[in-house]
């Protein structure tokens, strides 16, 4: 049982994978359900965009830093806004890495989805050589400080956070609850310094490896506020299971 007014998320981030059948599952799947307490959000490759209806909040997993001109292969936030997209997953690990985006660029991106009035999912995450070095605090602060030198704290009240760390993405090592839960307090009290209120209702997700049989013990979590899901956001019964657990 939650004991703060944070309401839980739950987004999907289907990464380079799913087609149309996919899409018809997850709808009809979820449609069914009664997640009447939290709020779940798919992110499908631009593609699929059409294809879903208006009941299901809809993501994208990029966005270009310009508004709009000659840009080869890149989508603009005016675009998202065509298709009723909501949120924009900017700085996950693997653009971080596969597009070499700085904490500069990932910055822009989160002021430019800010400008369209979407919800930037700003992701954090260490590689593991980084937890053995003992400078895990350190590596968040500066991807975090990138972002709040850009756009300042006041609007971190229209940023919903995930953290990931990088070696439990995709490998079935899930962070254990604790590890997740220093993370986030952490990164809750990194924004308490500049501001209580928006660091006590700002929505901090977990991600790496969640699946229907972990994510209750670490929703259950002070600080986590529910999931970013890579693997088992492409199964619809899994992804329910995660969905009720935050649900609860
Ligand atoms: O965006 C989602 C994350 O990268 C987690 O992926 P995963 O659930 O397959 O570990």
Redesign the pocket.
């Known amino acids: 049982m939650r004991t703060n007014s944070r309401r839980q998320l739950v987004a999907g981030?289907w990464?380079m994978n799913g087609d149309k059948a996919l899409v018809e599952q997850m709808q009809k799947q979820l449609a069914a359900a009664s997640l009447e307490n939290m709020d779940v959000v798919i992110c499908p490759p631009f593609p699929y965009f059409g294809q879903f209806d208006s009941k299901l909040k809809l993501g994208s997993q990029n966005i270009s830093e310009f508004d709009s001109g000659a840009h080869t292969g890149e989508v603009s936030v005016a675009m998202l806004k065509e298709f009723n997209c909501q949120y924009v997953?900017i700085g996950?690990?693997?653009r971080r890495a596969d597009n070499h985006e700085s904490n500069e660029l990932v910055a822009l991106k989160v002021a430019q989805v800010l400008k369209a009035n979407l919800t930037p999912i700003l992701?954090v995450g260490e590689p593991e050589s980084v937890r053995e070095d003992g400078t895990l605090f350190d590596y968040i602060a500066t991807q975090l400080d990138a972002v709040l030198l850009k756009v300042g704290i006041s609007q971190f009240a229209e940023i919903v956070l995930?953290y990931?760390p990088i070696w439990?993405?995709?490998?079935g090592k899930t962070a254990s609850p604790a590890q997740a839960q220093e993370v986030h307090a952490f990164i809750r009290g990194h924004l308490a310094k500049q501001d209580d209120k928006i660091a006590a209702n700002i929505v901090i997700l977990y991600?790496?490896?969640?699946k229907g049989n972990n994510a209750q013990e670490l929703f259950s979590q002070a600080d986590v506020d529910g999931g970013?899901?890579?693997?088992?956001?492409l199964n619809p019964e899994d992804f329910l299971s995660i969905c009720q657990a935050a649900n609860q």
Do not use: R, Y
């Open positions: 981030n990464k997953i996950h690990s693997e992701c995930a990931e439990a993405i995709g490998t991600g790496g490896s969640v970013l899901i890579g693997g088992a956001s």
